[in-house]
């Protein structure tokens, strides 16, 4: 797998709103060099006895056939003890991504909705795939989406 440029990210078309490389408050979002920094939809404060919470992206996402994403940590986060974890994103995938973050710290920190939460890294798979996502967290709606254990 090829992890996609800047500029094929920007020729993809793959979320909304899309920005160039933007600084809000001394952190990221937007466009990078081999990835794209998602902001957080809501503002949610963190408390260590918590451990973790749902939350999700501004971004919609329309995942094309020949690609895969992986959501990985932004390092001003992470250097506070706020990790964020998702699955795959997988190809033919759409909708807002719900993103788990789980906070190891020893006193609450609060994110505040519009802020950089975390990298979006996408890979080239080497050839369109015939199976794309068609599961039942397609067309995910806007806000934090629980499991779905049916």
Not at 96 to 120: D, K, N
């Amino acid at each position: 797998m090829t992890i996609l440029s800047a500029q094929s990210i920007r020729k993809r078309g793959i979320f909304t709103p899309f920005h160039e490389r933007t600084v809000s408050n001394g952190m990221t979002f937007g466009l990078g060099p081999a990835g794209y920094d998602v902001r957080i939809a809501e503002t949610v404060t963190l408390d260590p006895a918590q451990r973790a919470v749902l939350a999700s992206t501004i971004e919609h996402f329309a995942m094309p056939n020949d690609c895969s994403a992986y959501v990985k940590d932004k390092s001003t986060w992470a250097r506070q003890f706020v990790l964020v974890q998702n699955t795959v994103i997988e190809p033919g995938w759409r909708g807002h991504l719900t993103l788990e973050i789980s906070y190891e710290g020893v006193e609450p920190i609060t994110i505040r909705a519009g802020s950089p939460i975390a990298q979006i890294v996408f890979h080239m798979l080497d050839e369109p795939t015939e199976i794309i996502y068609n599961g039942k967290y397609q067309d995910q709606a806007a806000g934090p989406q629980p499991a779905r254990l049916e």
